[in-house]
């Protein structure tokens, strides 16, 4: 079965800094992989995925995330970071089938 | 694209009451449904999930159950709550099998006293 972790809890990071957001999964065949953000009290939105082709993606709000075959890893960066980037951040990796699979999720909090 | 409607957005129960929380989903047909629950400092986990009216796969042991009366109508429900059901509910639509992203409700803050 496919699994994603999200080896921190919290990322902080200082407005204006690269912010990076570390995501590396397992799973048979090959991987869908998603990064999803929640604010406050909302749900959760979509911000980019990898199915295939080039190895860096680029999605909303200016975040990207590079997909390493070899590192089984697809970590989020964002090369300067707003206080309004201050979220939950959920990777996620689906193969083959209906199923979802999240990580724990990462806290990261932009300082002013 | 897809607007998935959830509610009530917070819900406070006592425990050993029922449950109904209801999605429905705008702008598809025949989508793939999903309950997922965010329990406090914890990943998402998929609940149940529906590819057709009347068809639910649960995927973990509980106490929750899940219904699909309509194509674009999930509920959620429990006879008898537990404290260990709080948590935010989410649900979740996908259409098509070339489409792979989820569109995701506003979730429901479930809090079991």
């Known amino acids: 079965a496919q699994s994603v972790a999200q080896p921190e809890d919290q990322v902080n990071v200082a407005e204006g800094n690269p912010l990076t957001v570390k995501c590396t999964y397992s799973?048979?065949?090959?991987?869908?992989l998603f990064w999803y953000v929640q604010y406050p009290n909302r749900g959760l939105q979509f911000l980019l995925k990898?199915?295939?082709?080039?190895?860096l993606v680029k999605g909303s709000y200016g975040f990207e995330a590079e997909f390493n075959k070899s590192q089984t890893s697809f970590h989020l960066k964002k090369p300067s970071a707003l206080v309004s980037d201050s979220a939950l951040y959920f990777c996620?990796?689906?193969?083959?089938?209906?199923?979802?699979?999240f990580g724990k999720g990462n806290q990261v909090v932009v300082i002013p | 694209s897809q607007t998935i409607h959830q509610w009530p957005a917070t819900l406070v129960q006592p425990v050993g009451s029922p449950l109904s929380l209801e999605c429905t989903v705008e702008g598809t047909s025949n989508p793939n449904l999903y309950w997922y629950r965010q329990a406090a400092g914890r990943g998402l986990q998929l609940l149940f999930y529906s590819v057709g009216i009347g068809q639910i796969s649960s995927e973990v042991p509980q106490n929750l159950s899940a219904s699909r009366p309509q194509d674009r109508q999930f509920i959620l429900s429990s006879k008898k709550l537990l404290l260990s059901d709080s948590g935010f509910y989410l649900c979740?639509?996908?259409?098509?099998?070339?489409?792979?992203?989820?569109?995701f409700g506003s979730g429901t803050q479930l809090s079991v006293l």
């Open positions: 979740a639509s996908r259409t098509g099998a070339a489409n792979v992203k989820l569109f």
């Open positions: 990898y199915i295939t082709g080039d190895n």
């Open positions: 996620a990796v689906r193969s083959g089938n209906n199923r979802l699979a």
């Open positions: 799973v048979s065949g090959n991987p869908y």
